[in-house]
Every structure is written in C-alpha cells, then in structure tokens.
Nanobody
C-alpha cells in the first residue's frame, strides 16, 4: 500500500509563490505517474498537473499553464509542484496522487479515476 504525504501549503499573498511536496512511502513510486489535483470549497476536484515516471512528460490544467511546474525526484520518492504568480482562484486543498505504474513510458493520466493512491491534501490559501 502506497502512502502519500503532502506538505508545503500555507497562506500567501496574490502574486506570491509556494512549493508543494508529496513524498511516497514505498519504492514503487519511481514507476508511477504522479498527479496533482485541487478542490476549492463547494467545487468539484479538478486536475492541476501530472508527470510521467521519469519526469520528462508533463501535462497541466488550462488554468495553471505557465504558472505552475511539476517535477519529481525519484531518488527521494518525491514529486513537487511549484506554484508561481498565485491568484485568489488558486485557493484550494491540493492533493497528490499516484497510479500503479503499469502505464507506458510516456503515460500521464489526467483523469482522477486513473489514480490509485491519494494523499490527505494540503491547504493553499491566496489572499488578495
């Protein structure tokens, strides 16, 4: 069973930056595609970014393109999400997710139901 633990959330002013981290408990992380999703109050959880197993293929949600960057360090079992130029509408709980690592080399799932393991989430609040 993979456990994911997010960290790095907090309160930041609009235009500021944060770096979220998600660390996995087991070594199969290096084979897994990893994703970040977020859920704002009274809204559906939405896709933010995802990266394939080696970090060379990534996708982003339209609302974060050019502002957020996903990366990973397999030696540390950790995936990162750099959040720049934050806006009020970025306020949400951010979740990381991992799949089982059975996809192809370039596989980057963007749908929530393609992920098998989820973290508990970290709150990001952007003040205007």
């Amino acid at each position: 069973q993979v456990q994911l633990v997010e960290s790095g959330g907090g309160l930041v002013q609009a235009g500021g930056s944060l770096r979220l981290s998600c660390t996995a408990s087991v070594g199969t992380f290096s084979k897994s595609a990893m994703g970040w999703f977020r859920q704002a109050p009274e809204k559906e959880r939405e896709f933010v970014a995802a990266v394939n197993w080696n970090g060379r293929n990534a996708y982003y949600g339209d609302s974060v393109k050019g502002r957020f960057t996903i990366s990973r360090d397999n030696a540390k079992n950790t995936v990162f999400l750099q959040l720049n130029n934050l806006k009020g509408e970025d306020t949400a709980v951010y979740f990381c997710a991992a799949d089982r690592g059975t996809g192809g080399s370039w596989y980057v799932p963007v749908q929530q139901d393609r992920y098998n393991y989820w973290g508990q989430g970290t709150q990001v609040t952007v003040s205007s």
